[in-house]
Protein backbone atom coordinates (compact mmCIF):
# COMPACT_ATOMS: atom_id res chain seq x y z
CA UNK A 1 0.00 0.00 0.00
CA UNK A 2 0.86 3.50 -0.81
CA UNK A 3 2.31 5.40 2.73
CA UNK A 4 4.80 8.02 3.76
CA UNK A 5 6.78 7.90 6.82
CA UNK A 6 8.16 11.06 8.80
CA UNK A 7 9.42 9.17 11.38
CA UNK A 8 10.37 12.67 13.31
CA UNK A 9 6.81 13.81 15.01
CA UNK A 10 8.87 16.96 16.50
CA UNK A 11 12.48 18.66 16.35
CA UNK A 12 13.70 21.01 17.91
CA UNK A 13 17.04 23.12 17.10
CA UNK A 14 19.32 26.03 17.29
CA UNK A 15 19.09 29.43 14.90
CA UNK A 16 21.64 28.76 12.75
CA UNK A 17 22.07 25.38 12.50
CA UNK A 18 21.61 22.35 10.13
CA UNK A 19 18.55 20.65 9.50
CA UNK A 20 17.14 17.37 8.51
CA UNK A 21 13.99 16.43 8.04
CA UNK A 22 13.11 12.65 7.16
CA UNK A 23 10.52 11.11 4.96
CA UNK A 24 10.27 7.57 3.79
CA UNK A 25 7.49 6.14 1.41
CA UNK A 26 6.54 3.15 -0.25
CA UNK A 27 5.20 3.49 -3.70
CA UNK A 28 4.99 1.06 -6.33
CA UNK A 29 6.12 2.97 -9.51
CA UNK A 30 8.50 6.11 -9.83
CA UNK A 31 7.28 8.58 -7.10
CA UNK A 32 5.96 11.75 -7.13
CA UNK A 33 7.37 13.49 -3.74
CA UNK A 34 6.82 17.01 -1.99
CA UNK A 35 7.32 18.82 1.13
CA UNK A 36 4.83 20.97 1.97
CA UNK A 37 5.54 23.74 5.17
CA UNK A 38 2.45 25.12 7.21
CA UNK A 39 2.68 27.67 9.59
CA UNK A 40 0.47 28.34 12.28
CA UNK A 41 -3.14 30.07 11.19
CA UNK A 42 -1.61 29.15 7.25
CA UNK A 43 -2.12 27.02 4.58
CA UNK A 44 -0.23 24.18 3.23
CA UNK A 45 2.79 25.73 1.07
CA UNK A 46 4.42 24.23 -1.31
CA UNK A 47 8.33 23.66 -0.38
CA UNK A 48 9.67 21.63 -3.37
CA UNK A 49 8.49 18.21 -5.35
CA UNK A 50 10.14 16.07 -7.40
CA UNK A 51 9.29 13.87 -10.31
CA UNK A 52 12.08 12.81 -12.73
CA UNK A 53 15.44 13.79 -13.35
CA UNK A 54 18.31 15.55 -10.94
CA UNK A 55 17.81 13.80 -7.80
CA UNK A 56 18.86 16.67 -5.36
CA UNK A 57 15.73 19.49 -5.76
CA UNK A 58 16.08 22.79 -4.42
CA UNK A 59 13.04 24.69 -3.16
CA UNK A 60 12.00 27.99 -1.48
CA UNK A 61 13.28 29.46 1.30
CA UNK A 62 16.95 27.89 0.92
CA UNK A 63 15.21 24.29 1.00
CA UNK A 64 16.67 21.14 -0.74
CA UNK A 65 15.71 17.43 -0.57
CA UNK A 66 17.09 14.32 -1.92
CA UNK A 67 15.43 11.00 -3.45
CA UNK A 68 17.07 8.01 -2.62
CA UNK A 69 15.55 5.35 -4.16
CA UNK A 70 17.46 2.92 -3.03
CA UNK A 71 16.34 3.81 0.36
CA UNK A 72 12.55 5.07 -0.45
CA UNK A 73 13.87 8.38 0.98
CA UNK A 74 13.40 12.12 0.42
CA UNK A 75 14.73 14.15 3.51
CA UNK A 76 14.42 17.38 3.89
CA UNK A 77 17.32 19.57 4.31
CA UNK A 78 18.60 23.34 5.24
CA UNK A 79 21.66 24.49 6.01
CA UNK A 80 21.21 27.06 8.62
CA UNK A 81 17.39 27.44 10.14
CA UNK A 82 16.10 31.16 10.77
CA UNK A 83 13.67 31.35 13.42
CA UNK A 84 10.81 31.85 10.74
CA UNK A 85 11.20 28.38 9.54
CA UNK A 86 9.29 26.96 12.70
CA UNK A 87 6.44 25.36 11.29
CA UNK A 88 4.89 21.84 10.19
CA UNK A 89 6.55 20.16 7.56
CA UNK A 90 4.82 17.44 5.94
CA UNK A 91 6.26 14.85 2.80
CA UNK A 92 3.57 13.93 0.10
CA UNK A 93 3.66 11.48 -2.66
CA UNK A 94 1.34 11.62 -5.52
CA UNK A 95 -0.30 8.38 -5.95
CA UNK A 96 -2.24 7.44 -9.21
CA UNK A 97 -2.23 7.80 -12.81
CA UNK A 98 -1.38 10.61 -15.17
CA UNK A 99 -1.10 14.06 -13.62
CA UNK A 100 -4.51 13.97 -11.66
CA UNK A 101 -2.92 12.74 -8.66
CA UNK A 102 -4.22 12.47 -4.97
CA UNK A 103 -1.61 13.22 -2.65
CA UNK A 104 -0.83 10.97 0.12
CA UNK A 105 0.58 12.63 3.30
CA UNK A 106 2.78 11.87 6.18
CA UNK A 107 2.11 12.74 9.51
CA UNK A 108 3.93 15.56 9.48
CA UNK A 109 7.42 16.96 12.00
CA UNK A 110 6.72 19.75 13.84
CA UNK A 111 10.23 22.43 13.96
CA UNK A 112 10.70 24.10 16.94
CA UNK A 113 13.97 26.79 16.31
CA UNK A 114 15.61 28.24 19.48
CA UNK A 115 17.08 31.20 19.31
CA UNK B 1 0.75 36.53 -6.35
CA UNK B 2 -2.80 33.70 -7.33
CA UNK B 3 -4.70 32.32 -3.71
CA UNK B 4 -6.95 29.88 -2.71
CA UNK B 5 -9.66 31.70 -0.75
CA UNK B 6 -11.99 29.86 2.17
CA UNK B 7 -14.55 30.81 4.04
CA UNK B 8 -15.70 30.34 6.96
CA UNK B 9 -12.13 30.08 8.72
CA UNK B 10 -14.07 28.64 11.50
CA UNK B 11 -17.15 27.10 11.67
CA UNK B 12 -19.63 24.95 14.46
CA UNK B 13 -22.10 23.41 13.98
CA UNK B 14 -24.03 21.03 15.72
CA UNK B 15 -24.31 17.42 14.79
CA UNK B 16 -26.92 16.11 12.41
CA UNK B 17 -26.69 19.52 10.79
CA UNK B 18 -25.98 20.35 6.95
CA UNK B 19 -22.54 22.60 6.35
CA UNK B 20 -21.08 24.03 3.44
CA UNK B 21 -17.91 24.68 3.06
CA UNK B 22 -16.44 27.47 0.21
CA UNK B 23 -13.52 27.69 -2.04
CA UNK B 24 -12.63 30.05 -4.75
CA UNK B 25 -10.41 28.08 -6.51
CA UNK B 26 -7.14 30.23 -8.90
CA UNK B 27 -9.44 31.60 -11.77
CA UNK B 28 -7.36 29.83 -14.70
CA UNK B 29 -7.11 26.31 -12.87
CA UNK B 30 -8.76 23.03 -14.11
CA UNK B 31 -8.53 20.68 -11.09
CA UNK B 32 -9.97 21.11 -7.80
CA UNK B 33 -9.49 19.16 -4.47
CA UNK B 34 -10.44 18.59 -1.06
CA UNK B 35 -8.56 17.34 1.92
CA UNK B 36 -8.76 17.20 5.36
CA UNK B 37 -6.90 17.01 8.48
CA UNK B 38 -8.19 15.59 11.78
CA UNK B 39 -6.87 16.73 14.64
CA UNK B 40 -3.45 14.65 15.53
CA UNK B 41 -3.85 12.93 12.46
CA UNK B 42 -2.70 12.69 8.97
CA UNK B 43 -4.18 14.92 5.95
CA UNK B 44 -6.50 12.68 4.01
CA UNK B 45 -7.15 13.24 0.26
CA UNK B 46 -11.33 13.22 -0.11
CA UNK B 47 -12.36 13.87 -4.00
CA UNK B 48 -10.68 15.50 -6.82
CA UNK B 49 -12.75 17.13 -8.99
CA UNK B 50 -11.95 17.82 -13.21
CA UNK B 51 -13.87 18.78 -16.28
CA UNK B 52 -17.09 19.29 -14.21
CA UNK B 53 -17.22 15.69 -12.16
CA UNK B 54 -15.43 14.11 -9.51
CA UNK B 55 -12.10 12.25 -11.05
CA UNK B 56 -11.37 10.02 -7.88
CA UNK B 57 -13.28 10.19 -4.43
CA UNK B 58 -11.60 7.91 -1.16
CA UNK B 59 -13.45 5.74 0.92
CA UNK B 60 -14.35 8.93 3.50
CA UNK B 61 -16.46 10.19 1.00
CA UNK B 62 -19.27 8.84 1.74
CA UNK B 63 -23.39 9.46 0.82
CA UNK B 64 -22.96 12.32 3.16
CA UNK B 65 -20.09 14.25 1.36
CA UNK B 66 -20.55 16.19 -2.22
CA UNK B 67 -19.16 19.03 -4.18
CA UNK B 68 -20.21 21.44 -6.47
CA UNK B 69 -18.56 23.67 -8.61
CA UNK B 70 -22.29 25.94 -8.77
CA UNK B 71 -20.92 29.26 -11.00
CA UNK B 72 -17.53 28.53 -12.16
CA UNK B 73 -15.95 30.20 -9.39
CA UNK B 74 -16.82 28.36 -6.34
CA UNK B 75 -16.24 25.28 -5.80
CA UNK B 76 -17.85 23.38 -2.49
CA UNK B 77 -18.10 20.72 -0.28
CA UNK B 78 -20.91 19.96 1.27
CA UNK B 79 -21.71 18.27 4.63
CA UNK B 80 -25.34 16.75 4.68
CA UNK B 81 -25.90 15.30 8.22
CA UNK B 82 -22.25 16.41 10.27
CA UNK B 83 -20.99 14.18 12.77
CA UNK B 84 -18.88 14.53 15.81
CA UNK B 85 -16.50 12.51 13.85
CA UNK B 86 -16.59 15.26 11.00
CA UNK B 87 -14.41 17.75 13.17
CA UNK B 88 -11.78 18.64 11.35
CA UNK B 89 -9.41 21.23 9.39
CA UNK B 90 -10.90 21.09 5.14
CA UNK B 91 -8.15 22.25 3.23
CA UNK B 92 -9.22 23.01 -0.31
CA UNK B 93 -6.76 23.18 -3.20
CA UNK B 94 -6.65 24.04 -7.19
CA UNK B 95 -4.04 23.62 -9.47
CA UNK B 96 -3.86 23.97 -13.52
CA UNK B 97 -1.62 20.86 -13.96
CA UNK B 98 -2.83 18.46 -11.86
CA UNK B 99 -0.17 16.87 -8.85
CA UNK B 100 2.57 19.24 -10.44
CA UNK B 101 1.30 22.23 -8.35
CA UNK B 102 -1.62 22.55 -6.58
CA UNK B 103 -2.25 25.59 -4.34
CA UNK B 104 -3.73 25.15 -0.88
CA UNK B 105 -6.32 27.16 0.82
CA UNK B 106 -5.97 28.14 4.32
CA UNK B 107 -8.29 25.56 5.14
CA UNK B 108 -11.58 25.71 7.30
CA UNK B 109 -11.60 24.20 10.86
CA UNK B 110 -14.91 23.25 11.52
CA UNK B 111 -15.73 21.84 14.87
CA UNK B 112 -19.03 19.87 15.22
CA UNK B 113 -20.45 19.91 19.11
Known amino acids: AQSVTQPDIHITVSEGASLELRCNYS??????LFWYVQSPGQGLQLLLK????DTLVQGIKGFEAEFKRSQSSFNLRKPSVHWSDAAEYFC?????????????WGLGTSLAVNP | EPEVTQTPSHQVTQMGQEVILRCVPISNHLYFYWYRQILGQKVEFLVSFYNNEISEKSEIFDDQFSVERPDGSNFTLKIRSTKLEDSAMYFC???????????FGSGTRLTVV
Open chain 1, 27 to 32: YGATPY
Open chain 1, 92 to 104: AVGAGAGNNRKLI
Open chain 2, 93 to 103: ASSDSGVYGYT
Open chain 1, 50 to 53: YFSG
